[in-house]
């Protein structure tokens, strides 16, 4: 089946320091991902959608600046959390679609900021 | 957008009795309907799917029924077991779109 290989699967980091979240979809062309953030014990809630060579469209509520989202080829996406906070701090996923019906999910990345 | 409602939040059976968790969606054009599993710290794994053209499919002790017209669809897991225990999300949405999760059910299941 399609891999799709998220890195780092944990990270650490200073308040106020940003962190880049890697997406990469390994044997086929994800010209759409789409980033997820889950909170212990609660479900994934979409933050954004990232196309290949356009703007990342941003669900409500979701900072546009805080996270930003880069999806310059066809495998890869990278999501950027800026000047991170610890209520930043979360389990984040990606999602890349192979074919129309089936989503692929990274390994996911949990993210503390101490 | 689409908004995916689910119950129970939690369920609890005994080895070998049969679980069912519900879900309801309100976008009528999704077509599309995932069951994932996840424990700690993992992504989600997929269990099972029905597309809206199939009213129900069943992959060995698991099976998903699907009611368009009342836009709900439901897990039914029979004759469960211990490593059967974790939660799970069903999901929705229109090829190509974002999947939209609902809550989650969390699963145990004692022996």
């Known amino acids: 089946g399609a891999v799709v290989s998220q890195h780092p699967s944990r990270v650490i980091c200073k308040s106020g320091t940003s962190v880049k979240i890697e997406c990469r979809s390994l044997d086929f062309q994800a010209t759409t991902m789409f980033w997820y953030r889950q909170f212990p014990k609660k479900s994934l809630m979409l933050m954004a959608t990232?196309?290949?060579?356009?703007?990342?469209?941003?669900e409500q509520g979701v900072e546009k600046d805080k996270f930003l989202i880069n999806h310059a080829s066809l495998t890869l996406s990278t999501l950027t959390v800026t000047s991170a906070h610890p209520e930043d701090s979360s389990f984040y996923i990606c999602?890349?679609?192979?074919?129309?019906?089936?989503?692929?999910f990274g390994q996911g990345t949990r993210l503390t900021v101490v | 957008g689409e908004n995916v409602e689910q119950h129970p939040s939690t369920l609890s059976v005994q080895e070998g009795d049969s679980a069912v968790i519900k879900c309801t969606y309100s976008?009528?054009?999704?077509?599309?309907f995932p069951w994932y599993k996840q424990e700690l710290g993992k992504r989600p794994q997929l269990i099972i799917d029905?597309?809206?053209?199939?009213g129900e499919k069943k992959d060995q002790r698991i099976a998903v029924t699907l009611n368009k017209t009342a836009k709900h669809f439901s897990l039914h897991i029979t004759e469960t077991q211990p490593e059967d225990s974790a939660v799970y999300f069903c999901a929705a949405n229109q090829a190509g779109t974002a999947l939209i999760f609902g809550k989650g059910t969390t699963l145990s299941v004692s022996s």
């Open positions: 976008d009528s054009a999704s077509n599309y």
């Open positions: 029905i597309r809206s053209n199939v």
């Open positions: 999602s890349a679609r192979g074919r129309p019906f089936e989503a692929f």
């Open positions: 990232s196309n290949e060579g356009s703007k990342a469209t941003y």
